[in-house]
């Protein structure tokens, strides 16, 4: 979590000028928000989508949306959870694009997938999400990742692990019963932002 200067873990502390300037549209605010931020955006981008180049496009496309959003972020409030929030949104936007066309093109002749815009306010709450997935034993974790990231049935999963069909909705029940109780807090933070 950011610290009240706009910091998130290592990395050089972004100070509140800064953060006003960035809420005003000034573009070397920008590319400081920038210089900081990518790589944790990258991280937690790359989590969901699972491609380097796919989270590279997902993360450009969350600062495009950062940009035009700037005047509604609030200078005074933590920055990494806004633009975690939008990198989430725009990884996940990115995924589903690349799904839809992995349907109806042939393997190998996938479209871009990240040229949706949406915004910046995801990749907090991805990283939280990948926090409280790490947390999961192993088992619960796999049958989350291959519902969620892979787009696995219940048959599908259980085929794919050789184990029966209960077990796997026994696995994503507590799974998902633990997430829910990790991430309690986030409900708390959308409900702030008035999402």
């Known amino acids: 979590m950011a610290d009240s200067a706009g910091r998130s873990g ?31 955006m990258f991280t937690v981008a790359l989590q969901i ?22 005047p509604s972020y609030a ?14 949104r725009a990884a996940i936007d990115a995924w589903r694009k690349e799904r839809r066309h992995a349907v109806v093109d042939p393997p190998g002749g ?12 995801n990749l907090w709450e991805a990283w939280q ?3 409280a997935l790490d947390e ?12 969620y990231v892979e787009g696995l049935t219940h048959s599908e999963t259980a085929d794919r692990l050789g184990i029966p069909i209960g077990t796997v909705k026994s696995r994503t029940y507590r799974a998902h019963r633990r997430l ?16």
């Open 180 to 195: 829910s109780e990790l991430l309690a807090h986030l409900a708390s933070y959308n409900n702030e932002r008035g999402r």
């Open 49 to 70: 989508v699972g491609r380097p180049e796919l989270a590279a496009d997902a993360v450009q496309q969350a600062f495009v949306q950062a940009w035009r959003a700037a």
């Open 136 to 147: 999961l034993p192993v088992d619960e974790r796999e049958v989350v990742r291959l519902a």
């Open 10 to 40: 290592p990395g050089p502390a972004l100070d509140p000028d800064t953060l006003r300037r960035f809420a005003a549209g000034d573009e070397s605010a920008f590319s400081a928000v920038y210089r900081r931020y990518s790589r944790p």
């Open 75 to 88: 200078a005074e409030s933590e920055i990494a959870p806004w633009l975690f929030t939008i990198t989430r």
């Open 129 to 131: 999400i990948r926090k």
């Open 110 to 121: 996938l479209s871009d997938p990240a040229t949706d815009g949406p915004s910046l306010e």
